[in-house]
């Protein structure tokens, strides 16, 4: 089959690599017809989160069944057409019990364990996202084996298209998770930092909860309009963390946001000092904007964290959540727990997922893809791949 491979940092190839197979008997192989490329799967690509080996990528992916295991029973059958949540979980242990499937227990055997260190005792598997997550396979793809099948995928109606179904494999149960942990009960200002796709999810995700007002924050103009166009949003352009802080809380009677919501992670953009400090302390990348979303948001309040961090940061501002009082979340989405209640809110026309897709192009241009969307060129947002 043919399928996108990681080779090294900014080399990605569609190769011919060999198909997958039935391995366990809650096995089930998908022939992919819609992916995507994840700002996370860019961690990667950029060479920050380290692949020793050649990896095929992507965690964004849905298709059509063609082969199930003997173990997954009357859960999935062949010809079902399906969405699969991104982190790999066996739906029996502690966590998977507990609404946690990226802390799944079984599933990152090798790499597994309660530190959560740089390298070693890391969570759940997660596809396509390197060894320390698992080593499986990702789905940009044309076929992709998907483990705990029986646990997982979920049976999309023919009443929707690939399109308004893909992103609830990630970036639509993971925005949702950044409003659910700020506890948006109705009536709240919200900040999101990072106008991504993430970003406009979490937007979108806020109006389902009753925000009373959404501000997204970003330092590319044709993000933030596309988080206008998309989920009606107030916007901020970012030119330093203090003036953004400051029209943050010009906005909410100068007490700062209820909720701030972190979509950025390690990898914002940087100047030559960011990176200078970087180096001095080890580092990789930047704490700056999850430091802006504690400032911004009021005291009491919640920062809600779903840009991806992997290193420790110098300097941490611990100070000033001590005394703000704030409630500090984040992780790895629990997508499955969210995304039947998601498909049923596309199904009911209460929020559209679609209206983010910039560039439809075909697995061969796998690697134009990762190109623009890394480096924002011809106003790309998200791009969507057809194997």
């Not at 491979?5 to 192989?29: L, W």
């Not at 009677?253 to 209820?258: F, L």
């Not at 969210?338 to 897709?357: F, P, R, S, T």
Request: proline fraction near 5%; aromatic fraction near 8%.
């Amino acid at each position: 089959m043919k399928a996108l491979v990681y080779h090294g940092m900014k080399d990605v190839r569609v190769d011919t690599v060999d198909d997958p197979k039935i391995e366990d008997a809650r096995d089930a192989i998908i022939r992919v017809t819609s992916t995507a490329i994840c700002g996370s799967d860019l961690h990667i690509y950029n060479g920050s989160i380290p692949q020793p080996r050649p990896m095929v990528l992507g965690h964004e992916f849905m298709g059509i069944v063609e082969e199930v295991g003997k173990g997954v029973g009357s859960k999935l059958k062949v010809g079902d057409r399906v969405v699969v949540p991104f982190p790999i979980a066996c739906g029996t242990c502690y966590f998977c019990n507990h609404d946690l499937p990226g802390h799944c227990e079984n599933s990152n055997p090798d790499h597994y364990g309660p530190e959560g260190g740089l390298m070693t005792e890391k969570g759940g598997a997660l596809f396509g996202y390197t060894d320390i997550y698992g080593g499986y396979n990702g789905g940009q793809a044309e076929y992709v084996r998907v483990p705990y099948a029986d646990f997982g995928p979920r049976v999309i109606p023919d009443s929707l298209t690939d399109e308004q179904a893909l992103f609830l494999t990630d970036i639509f149960p993971t925005g949702y998770s950044g409003i659910d942990w700020g506890e948006v009960k109705g009536g709240e200002i919200v900040a999101i930092f990072g106008s991504g796709p993430v970003g406009i999810m979490a937007a979108k995700s806020a109006w389902l909860r009753g925000a009373a007002r959404v501000v997204v924050v970003d330092t590319v103009q044709y993000r933030l309009d596309k988080a206008k166009a998309s989920a009606n949003v107030e916007t901020i352009l970012w030119e330093d963390a203090k003036s953004t802080v400051e029209q943050i809380r010009a906005l909410s009677g100068g007490r700062g946001a209820d909720v701030c919501v972190e979509c950025v992670g390690f990898e914002p953009d940087r100047d030559l000092l960011d990176r200078a400090k970087a180096v001095i302390n080890f580092e990789k990348g930047s704490s700056k904007v999850l430091e802006a979303c504690m400032s911004a948001v009021r005291r009491g309040g919640i920062v809600s964290v779903l840009g991806v961090y992997s290193s420790p940061f110098d300097n941490f501002p611990l100070h000033k959540f001590f005394d703000k009082g704030i409630k500090l979340v984040g992780g790895q989405a629990p997508a499955q727990k969210h995304i039947d209640k998601l498909l049923q809110y596309v199904l009911d026309g209460k929020v559209v997922l679609d209206d983010i897709i910039t560039h439809r192009l075909p697995l061969a241009e796998a690697a134009h893809g990762y190109d623009i969307f890394r480096n924002k060129k011809d106003n790309c947002v998200k791009v969507v791949l057809k194997p």
